[in-house]
Antibody, heavy 128, light 106 residues
Framework: QVQLQESGPGLVKPSETLSLTCAVS??????????WSWIRQPAGQGLEWIGR???????HYNPSLQSRVTISIDPSKNQFSLSLRSVTAADTAVYYC????????????????????WGKGTTVTVSS | DIQMTQSPSSLSASVGDRVTIACRAT??????VAWYQQKPRQAPKVLLY???KLESGVPSRFSGSASGTEYTLTISSLQPEDFATYYC?????????FGQGTKLEI
């Protein structure tokens, strides 16, 4: 049973860098054909996908955040990380990590990835 | 980006009711849609993927369908634990995008 757990500072000052880590337990990341994503949710609002990473290090980012985001992975530690630079109050949110499970869609002969396992989330507040 | 327009934004219903939530996408997506349930102070939980495939462990009263660019979540007989917020999400192309959410209230 794969489980994910986010960790990192709950308070970050404006203009500084938000850094979070997602620890994966229940199986080695390196042996799976999954992507790993970060998602955030401001209080009382909807969900925003930040980006994803494959075990090889291949990344895809949301263009709205691409200039400030880096997602990295360390399969040896079974974890992946989020770095968000130059934060403002608008970056205050609950941050989730999630596994993107692979499945094969026979109707169009392709593999797809959906977010099947989520961490519980960690609240990050940007304030001086 | 693919936009997902979800409706309604809120819905009042009673235990035992049948409810339907819809999402319309701005382009075709080969059924690459998932539905999530989120309760207060909890992470989203996946209910369906591939538009209609039921995630393991999810009750069969949840079902999904697709017609063109419209995707639908149906709960056949509401249970007390189903009152929550529901989101659709496309994973056909990055950036992944979510609908605005539907708050299902008693």
């Amino acid at each position: 049973q794969v489980q994910l757990q986010e960790s990192g500072p709950g308070l970050v000052k404006p203009s500084e860098t938000l850094s979070l880590t997602c620890a994966v337990s229940g199986g080695p990341m390196s042996s799976s054909s999954n992507y790993w994503s970060w998602i955030r949710q401001p209080a009382g609002q909807g969900l925003e996908w930040i980006g994803r990473i494959y075990v090889s290090g291949t990344t895809h980012y949301n263009p709205s955040l691409q200039s400030r985001v880096t997602i990295s992975i360390d399969p040896s530690k079974n974890q992946f990380s989020l770095s968000l630079r130059s934060v403002t109050a608008a970056d205050t949110a609950v941050y989730y990590c999630a596994r993107n499970a692979e499945y094969y869609e026979s109707s169009d002969y392709k593999y797809y990835y959906y977010m099947d396992v989520w961490g519980k989330g960690t609240t990050v507040t940007v304030s001086s | 980006d693919i936009q997902m327009t979800q409706s309604p934004s809120s819905l009042s219903a009673s235990v035992g009711d049948r409810v339907t939530i819809a999402c319309r996408a701005t382009q075709g997506m080969r059924n690459s849609v998932a539905w999530y349930q989120q309760k207060p102070r909890q992470a989203p939980k996946v209910l369906l993927y591939g538009a209609s495939k039921l995630e393991s462990g999810v009750p069969s009263r949840f079902s999904g369908s697709a017609s063109g660019t419209e995707y639908t979540l149906t709960i056949s007989s509401l249970q007390p634990e189903d009152f929550a917020t529901y989101y659709c999400q496309q994973y056909y192309r990055t950036p992944y995008t979510f609908g605005q959410g539907t708050k299902l209230e008693i």
